[in-house]
């Protein structure tokens, strides 16, 4: 039996996703690593309360228009924000595939760099998937109805449709995606009293384990797997803000002097897999190897 305690403990590991979608991917094992838990209605979270409370949402798509990766993705881009991230950037850019929903989210300091990013990211799914991109959806905003965009797209056989002004409903994917971000960073956030200039590190924390922690509708199977074709394996995953203590290999340390220095988990690598911690000593965002004890990182 789960106590109560883990049970809290898993709920802010995967960044307050709601205890039902916990519960329902623990008792159909869609994930490696995540314990059997069973959660009681007595449990409540007062910063989900807080992080989270909205008027209305986009009403969700009940059909499934594609049947593989790459066929059509969703974009957007939300900003600018009122507070400079740490690394700078003021914008979200978030892609999301229609039929995974897998997502990425690009940071970015201002909306001239949507495109240059959207070429990465089209080059790397295209390799990761050996396929093409068929579609891609937007709004009319500026930075994707430009002559790049449009030149890309003729070059590469994509068909780029764009939904209507003033009705975001018809882009409600990535709206809705969008909206989800935010509400688990500011929680997470809230939660830990960070400074709002950790947004971006919180959104990418949140944008990784919806796709590692968040099941399909109308498939129920979990993104990650819907997109790589594998289980993902949650088992190392940690609170957000939560207290660590890195171990300190590049100064001399002497004899009785702290050995470690105390440091902030911020999420995980996009590029490795690895911690991003922030050291509160030198004020400065570095990682470390997952569950390497070699590198001497201690988590409270």
């Known amino acids: 039996m789960v106590k109560n305690e883990d049970i809290l403990l898993w709920h802010r590991r995967l960044a307050h996703v709601n205890p039902d979608l916990i519960r329902k991917i623990a008792n159909k094992d869609l994930v490696i690593g995540l314990p059997k838990i069973k959660f009681n209605e007595e449990i409540t979270c007062d910063v989900c309360c807080q992080g989270k409370q909205t008027r209305a949402s986009f009403k969700s798509k009940s059909e499934i228009s594609t049947n593989k990766p790459l066929q059509l993705l969703h974009m957007d881009l939300f900003g600018p924000t009122q507070t ?3 690394g700078g950037k003021f914008y979200a850019y978030v892609v999301v595939d229609d039929f995974s929903r897998f997502t990425w989210v690009m940071f970015l300091a201002s909306k001239d ?5 959207f070429v990465k990211l089209a080059k790397r799914v295209e390799r990761e998937q050996d396929d093409r991109i068929v579609t891609i ?12 965009f449009m030149e890309f797209c003729e070059a590469n056989g994509i068909l780029h449709q764009f939904s209507t002004p003033r009705t975001p409903q018809q882009n409600g994917v990535v709206e809705r995606r969008n ?3 935010q509400e688990m960073a500011r929680t997470m956030l809230l939660e830990n009293n960070l400074p709002t200039y950790f947004w971006a590190e919180a959104v990418n924390t949140a944008c990784y384990i919806l796709n590692r922690f968040n099941l399909r509708q109308g498939i129920k199977k979990i993104l990650f797997e819907l997109y790589y074709d594998k289980k993902p394996n949650v088992s190392y995953f940690k ?3 939560c207290k660590c203590f890195i171990l300190n290999t590049k100064e001399n340390v002497g004899k009785f002097e702290a050995k470690s220095d105390q440091g902030i988990f911020l999420g995980y ?9 922030y050291n509160l000593m030198t004020n400065s965002l570095g990682e470390s190897i997952c569950n390497d004890p070699s590198e001497g990182l201690v988590f409270i």
């Open 269 to 277: 690598s996009n590029t490795s897999k690895a911690y991003k911690m």
């Open 84 to 86: 400079r991230s740490y």
């Open 239 to 241: 609170a957000f803000g």
């Open 113 to 117: 760099e949507t495109f240059q990013n």
């Open 179 to 181: 909206m989800t971000l």
């Open 137 to 148: 959806r937007s709004d009319h905003g500026g930075e994707f109805e430009n002559i790049h």
